[in-house]
């Protein structure tokens, strides 16, 4: 047990952040860490406030203020929190990435070079290295998604700001797939087919894109810097490309299908075909440095 988790140490101490970030995200998203700064550090302003507020506090102190911020209604809506706790990810996935192609770069100059030898340059070692990295980064993301959402599901008690029932549906991602019918009639389900795509398998596409520029970059540098400038470059590329082909640009930015709740009228094949190109670019990757190995 003490190996596995040694082994495994970067992705537990990823998932650990994560999930703590997204939770951290979602409170202040709910001005939670706002209101408790005012009452603690700014009590004067926080008094003229609270004489002014259609809905005062009038508890006597600072744990009765706190079930009072916790009572907050907007903690409690599973749609707006499972969209926006989320939010940041669309910025931070690219350093994920750029971590994983460290993480497969020292292994790759360590013990992997020397394994790789002694079992006669088999190529598909390596491959098989980089896949369960790959498994591992995007379970351990997806994860730390499932636990913020199985929390937002047993609070939530089935409270939507937006009633799937009644009201416009917040998302076209994906329903041009199933229909407008299986978001009102399986809005959880929905949330969590969609949460896998951009949870487990972008950041298994991604990962293996990282990791594949250490066959062919031996300067760490390079390695870290390059999932970074594609995400960012291309985010940067969709915009100015927004005067040629107009709104078909988001297509080209890697966190539209992250952000998708932005977006109207979304073509869901062809969003997560483009998000797979990085996969079918490390595959090329793999079969061009396979073959060098063969020939030498």
């Not at 140490?9 to 939770?23: A, G, P």
């Not at 790959?134 to 089935?158: E, H, M, P």
């Not at 960012?232 to 966190?255: C, E, R, T, W």
């Amino acid at each position: 047990m003490k190996q596995i988790l040694n082994r495994n140490k970067l992705f537990i101490i990823l998932f650990i952040c994560i999930s703590f970030f997204v939770f951290c995200w979602y409170l202040y998203d709910n001005n939670v860490f706002e209101q408790i700064s005012n009452y603690l550090f700014h009590y004067n302003d926080f008094l003229k406030a609270n004489i002014l507020s259609d809905t005062p506090f009038t508890g006597s102190n600072f744990f009765d203020y706190l079930i009072d911020v916790f009572n907050n209604p907007g903690l409690y809506y599973f749609d707006y929190n499972i969209i926006f706790a989320f939010q940041m990810f669309q910025l931070l996935m690219p350093i994920f990435y750029s971590i994983i192609g460290y993480y497969f770069y020292k292994q790759y100059h360590s013990y992997l070079v020397l394994e790789f030898y002694r079992i006669q340059n088999n190529f598909r070692f390596l491959v098989s290295k980089m896949v369960i990295n790959s498994l591992k980064l995007s379970v351990c993301i997806f994860f730390s998604f499932l636990l913020f959402y199985l929390y937002l599901f047993i609070i939530c008690k089935g409270n939507f700001v937006m009633n799937p029932h009644n009201d416009d549906i917040p998302k076209s991602f994906l329903l041009d797939i199933f229909s407008d019918n299986f978001y009102r009639n399986n809005a959880y389900q929905y949330y969590l087919i969609e949460g896998s795509i951009k949870f487990l398998l972008i950041p298994f596409v991604f990962s293996m894109f990282a990791q594949s520029f250490v066959l062919i970059f031996s300067n760490l540098k390079v390695v870290v810097f390059l999932p970074c400038l594609y995400y960012y470059g291309l985010a940067v590329i969709s915009f100015i490309m927004y005067n040629f082909i107009g709104d078909n640009n988001i297509y080209l930015n890697p966190s539209t299908i992250l952000a998708n709740s932005d977006y109207d009228n979304l073509n869901s094949v062809l969003l997560i075909g483009i998000n797979l190109i990085p996969l079918l670019i490390a595959i090329i990757i793999i079969k061009i440095m396979d073959k060098r190995v063969e020939i030498s």
